[in-house]
């Protein structure tokens, strides 16, 4: 029932997005330049569908969406939205890597005297962020709550600089390719319109843009998921680089032997929901560093 959902609704948004592109042509083409003491009889004609067409796309490309990540179905977890302040040894080792890290980064004051940590029921194991609190208290640093006894002193000293090696990676370019390729298009249709209007009219670049922006704007939409995944596994390549060739790989490893229930969760995605989801799962990031290794040595062998 939820993949007929998800085909249903994905259908409807589809189809609310052509009622839309071609009400934009049919205005584009009889003129109307968007003020509407100027629409007549038959300006009504393509601006009621329009309307009608984009209701139907907002409201269904949200059904859609939400199904999408719906599907397949989750294992049911029940967590409390709450979080737990850490005081033991593991608490003061985490905070202390962290303090060391981010001594060298060019943050808050109040971050880089974080002395607190909190364990998070709801934050997923890839994510660190931290509490503000005040402008003279130093903000509290979450952490998944997953990971909470389970890693190495070696492991968390692996996954926070991992983390903070994300918020400013070398190789810039390299990383950003993806979403610079996904933005292209776009970029040239801009371009192209702003030459028109300057050089032809802005009736001609009206005209340009209600035909072919649409499609490029579905198209960016369609590569923006896996692009987004293509530059996280990039940045893991390079973290590899600075971290260790088999460090990364190995915390990876010990992190997907928790079967912690968001890993799991992400193994699941087929079809659509695997293609438009914008991070990899913790497989895919095994794989790409498997690959990666295996491009510059191959006579090596990293086993999953």
């Known amino acids: 029932m939820a993949s007929l959902g998800l085909r249903f609704y994905t259908v409807a948004a589809l189809v609310g997005f052509g009622i839309v592109w071609s009400s934009g ?35 269904s490309g949200y059904r859609a969406f939400a199904s999408l990540f719906a599907y397949p179905r989750r294992e049911k977890v029940k967590r409390a939205k709450s979080l737990e302040i850490g005081h033991g040894l593991e608490e003061e080792r985490i905070l202390g890597i962290t303090r ?12 880089r005297n974080v002395a607190t940590l909190a364990w998070s029921d709801t934050q997923r194991w890839d994510w660190l962020r931290f509490k503000w609190q ?46 610079l390729r996904a933005m292209l298009p ?19 670049s009206i005209l340009f843009g209600s035909i072919f ?3 490029a704007l579905l198209l960016f939409v369609y590569q923006f998921g896996p692009s987004m995944r293509k530059l996280f596994l990039r940045l893991d390549t390079v973290a590899a680089e600075s971290l260790g060739r088999m460090t990364l790989f190995s915390l990876f490893q010990k992190i997907d032997g928790l079967k912690l229930p968001e890993n799991e969760n992400a193994k699941k995605r087929v079809g659509w929901s695997a293609h438009l989801s914008p991070e990899p799962n913790i497989t895919e990031r095994m794989a790409n560093l498997q690959g990666a290794f295996q491009s510059r040595s191959p006579n090596s062998q990293v086993h999953l």
């Open 100 to 111: 060391e890290i981010l001594t060298h980064r060019r943050v808050a004051k109040r971050l």
């Open 134 to 179: 005040s402008y003279r208290k130093p903000s509290i640093l979450l952490v998944s709550a997953g990971l909470r006894g389970r890693l190495e002193l070696e492991d968390w000293k692996t996954y926070l600089s991992w983390h903070y090696l994300q918020h400013k990676p070398r190789q810039t370019l390299y990383v950003a390719q993806p979403m």
């Open 213 to 215: 922006v649409p499609p």
């Open 25 to 59: 042509i049919y205005l584009a083409l009889i003129g109307f330049r968007g003020n509407p003491a100027d629409c007549s009889s038959s300006c009504l004609l393509g601006a009621v569908p329009e309307g009608l067409g984009w209701l139907l796309f907002l409201v």
């Open 186 to 204: 776009l970029i040239l249709f801009i371009a192209v319109a702003a030459s028109l209007t300057i050089n032809i009219g802005q009736y001609a």
